[in-house]
């Protein structure tokens, strides 16, 4: 019985922008904030009871980069488990991400590039191979995040059964065609039931034999496919007490008893291929079922979401200005700007350095202030692609913590930007986000976005100080 489970591990980034430090948040106690407490709950005992070993799995970049810092011993067990797998088979049970959580369809093309790009170079540097596939967030995708997936040299992905529409009665995976003649690219349907079962019904998983003899005596699996299981990893152990546990036991003696042959995609790959065909249903995604409106305007999955829209297009504009005067003022430093972008995360990561990346992509030696200067530009960059985490948009309250962050990397990118090039944006586009509010509070999106532009300005002012 081919079974595999595929846990879904990721947080947003919590830090403040200006601070780089994540403030206590409420609820988290007695942790000082939710990375902290999921740690504790999830992250740490499935990596010492060896369960990052046995699932196919996906740890967000930005989870990682808190992790390695805060608790590098965690991060270090499930690197370990991951890459003993590769060694022996030659392909690993980790997946790639996207690098910021963005819904890749709502992008521009040369962001989505950007985003993929980074989740496979984040990748790399943590478990040092390349990813077969990559968990696009929210499995939200369409057919030109396909080929970018593929331009990148990924070859599945994993998705909802909602999400393709097989041209053939056999079962997945399948292949999707790819437009401009390029080969098909491999995608694999979740199963709908077991997926349900133990992502929202917790009685599912209490027993760890009852749930496996579930599976093998019902008459609707086909025992001789490849079934996956897709749930939020946070579930083992956070979100369901003991869940951690019943895992363990599922990947080690339930799974014997009951004949279950644990797998993961790219294992499978190595003696399989796809045998049907699909389309398609695009833009969709796992958790919005009206495509990927959740996260940019109001849907039926957050009725009463009136802010969103506004948002995402006063973020869009923003986004649009930083990109254009990054485009015009990088493009006066180096022949290819946007390659250069692409490979900052290998800067962040110190396996590369800007003045080499510059070299390669064919531009004239830079002078330390242009340096510095493109530096600033890349930087802000970076905070661009913040601003579009999925989280701002995916509840129906303005007045949290997850748009709020949305707003201010996107002030970080704005000062960042000013400081670099000393231009200004169209002071309309910023008047945009009064319209976005708080229903409950009245909190506004370009009160948020002031005040942080405040703090980032103070604390530069700050620092001038201490250094004369």
């Not at 930005?62 to 608790?71: C, G």
């Not at 191979?129 to 369409?142: F, M, Y």
Request: charged fraction near 25%; charge should be negative; glycine fraction near 6%.
């Amino acid at each position: 019985m081919p079974l595999c489970v595929h846990g879904h591990f990721y947080q947003p980034p919590r830090e403040d922008p200006i601070s780089n430090y994540i403030p206590d948040e409420r609820g988290a106690e007695p942790f000082r904030n939710w990375n902290e407490r999921i740690l504790a709950e999830c992250y740490e005992p499935n990596a010492r009871m060896g369960n990052f070993g046995k699932i196919s799995f996906n740890v967000g970049p930005t989870l990682f980069d808190w992790m390695w810092d805060y608790a590098p011993e965690v991060a270090e067990r499930i690197v370990e488990q991951e890459r003993a797998n590769f060694l022996k088979f030659g392909v690993g049970n980790g997946m790639a991400q996207g690098y910021t959580h963005s819904i890749l369809p709502l992008l521009f093309y040369r962001d989505k590039v950007t985003s993929v790009r980074w989740g496979v170079d984040d990748f790399i540097y943590r478990f040092g191979h390349r990813p077969q596939g990559i968990w696009l967030p929210e499995t939200a995708v369409d057919l030109q995040t396909l080929c970018v997936l593929q331009d990148c040299g990924l070859e599945f992905t994993i998705l909802a059964p909602w999400q393709l529409r097989p041209l053939e009665t056999k079962p997945g995976p399948y292949f999707v065609d790819l437009p401009d003649g390029r080969k098909p690219f491999i995608v694999f349907p979740y199963h709908r039931d077991l997926s349900t079962k133990v992502s929202f019904i917790s009685k599912a998983t209490e027993n760890g034999d009852e749930f496996l003899s579930s599976i093998r005596f019902d008459q609707g699996m086909d025992m001789a496919q490849f079934n996956l299981i897709a749930s939020d990893g946070e579930l083992y152990g956070h979100h369901q007490k003991f869940r951690d546990h019943f895992l363990r036991y599922l990947l080690n003696e339930g799974g014997e008893r009951h004949g279950v042959d644990w797998s993961w995609p790219g294992l499978w790959l190595l003696d399989h291929q796809p045998e049907a065909y699909a389309l398609l249903n695009e833009p969709s995604s796992w958790s919005c079922m009206h495509g990927v409106n959740r996260w940019s305007t109001e849907c039926a999955c957050t009725p009463g979401a009136r802010w969103k829209k506004p948002f995402f297009s006063a973020m869009r504009q923003i986004a649009e200005w930083v990109q254009s005067v990054y485009e015009t003022h990088a493009g006066e430093l180096v022949a290819d700007p946007w390659e250069v972008r692409n490979q900052f995360v290998q800067m962040k990561h110190g396996q590369v350095k800007l003045r080499d990346v510059c070299r390669e992509c064919g531009s004239p030696e830079l002078d330390e202030p242009k340096l510095k200067k493109l530096e600033t530009l890349l930087k802000a960059q970076y905070e661009c692609q913040r601003m579009f985490t999925s989280c701002g948009w995916f509840f129906e309250e303005f007045h949290r913590i997850e748009p709020q962050n949305n707003i201010a990397y996107a002030a970080k990118a704005l000062w960042l930007t000013q400081q670099a090039t000393g231009e200004q944006i169209d002071p309309s586009i910023i008047a945009e986000l009064a319209h976005v509010r708080s229903e409950k509070t009245g909190l506004r999106a370009d009160t948020v976005l002031s005040q942080t532009l405040i703090r980032a300005e103070n604390e530069q002012n700050g620092l001038r100080k201490q250094l004369e």
